[in-house]
Each structure stands twice: as C-alpha cells, then as structure tokens.
C-alpha cells in the first residue's frame, strides 16, 4: 500500500492552499468549488498530498495550540534557516529555532498563518 493523502479539516482551505503553493511550492490537482471547499495539494516531488477541507460541524483542532512534536508537516530544503525566514516573512509564526541534530540533521519548525506546525529539515541522509 501507499500513502494517498493526509486530510486536514481547517478554517479556510481555499486560502490555506493558496498558501501552500505560494510559498512552499505546492499545486492544487483537485479543488472543490464549493463547501467543504475541499483542496488536495500535491508537493513538488508529486509524492506527497495534502487534502485541505473546512467541515465546520465536525471538530476543528486547535493547530496552533497542538506541540509541534505532536503534529507537523515536514518539507525538505537546502538552507533551513534561509527556507525559515521567508517562511515567516510570508506570514508564518516561529514555533522553534534552527536546530541540529547529534546526527547532523538541521531542523526548525514554523506554524503556518492558521496555526499547522510545519517542519523545515535538511537531512544528513534523506528517508527515501
């Protein structure tokens, strides 16, 4: 089996994706126009999707009141200090600092502007 999609249900997915693809190059590949206003958002690599919906009537977390290690999304990138800082000059919040692993992996974590945890890492050796 693979991995389709990881579903998030948020306030506003139509301006959460536009976000993604915006600032961490993410393109939309099916949209629902109207409610739930459903979004999936693939990564650049096309291997990972995230479908975004606002279903109001069900329980919403609290993204932004979640521990970053509780729930995060993870993006690879070259410079994570540099990937951090536009990050939050986009409208990100600092959930972390710059941070390097006893195996050399860098890493920090920023929350998104409707509060998801999203992780940057630069990985000794990737996962796949």
Not at 8 to 24: G, I
Not at 45 to 53: H, I, N, S
Not at 86 to 94: Q, S
Not at 98 to 122: A, C, H, N, Y
Request: hydrophobic content about 50%; some cysteine; glycine content about 6%.
């Amino acid at each position: 089996m693979n991995i389709e999609h990881v579903a998030f249900n948020v306030p506003d997915p139509v301006a959460m994706a536009q976000w993604l693809v915006a600032h961490l190059g993410m393109r939309i590949v099916r949209r629902l126009e109207q409610a739930p206003f459903t979004h999936f958002v693939a990564d650049s690599a096309g291997r990972g999707v995230l479908e975004l919906y606002c279903h109001a009537q069900k329980a919403m977390p609290n993204y932004a009141a979640l521990d970053p290690l509780s729930l995060h999304i993870a993006f690879t990138v070259e410079d994570v200090a540099s990937e951090r800082q536009r990050l939050l000059d986009a409208g990100a919040t600092t959930a972390g600092e710059v941070v390097t692993t006893e195996s050399g992996d860098v890493m920090t974590f920023v929350r998104d502007p409707w509060g998801v945890t999203i992780q940057l890492v630069k990985r000794v050796k990737p996962l796949l």
